[in-house]
């Protein structure tokens, strides 16, 4: 019988299963906290978002001036629209980020019947 097959150098294919299965057992969890801090970053830009369109709308009621304006507010772009008919007030506001401004974020639509105008 020839004894050279027997006594040549590599990998089993035990080895291989055993290195391939560590690598998978480290690769799986670390690609699922990667996966869960790019939602979070997500989900933290959206409610500062809304908490800007929020902000917005709150001072154009208090304010009960007509207007269509356009302004940066950290790394936003915030539109708002007042409209104003007999003692209705009709406030749109849309935030977008400034790199992705035809994206919209958050938009918020809000109408208010005032009792008396400024």
Avoid: C
Wanted: aromatic letters at 6%.
């Amino acid at each position: 019988m020839n004894t050279s097959f027997l006594k040549e150098d590599g990998y089993t294919l035990i080895e291989s299963l055993v290195a391939m299965s560590i690598f998978v057992s480290v690769l799986i969890p670390l690609g699922s906290v990667v996966g869960n801090i790019l939602i979070m970053s997500d989900n933290s830009m959206q409610r500062q978002a809304l908490q800007i369109a929020q902000n917005e709308i709150r001072s154009v009621l208090e304010s009960s001036h007509v207007f269509n304006a356009e302004k940066k507010v950290e790394i936003f772009i915030v539109k708002t629209e007042s409209v104003q008919s007999a003692r209705l007030q009709s406030v749109t506001v849309r935030v977008s980020r400034e790199s992705r401004r035809t994206k919209v974020i958050v938009v918020l639509h809000k109408k208010a019947l005032k009792e008396r105008w400024n």
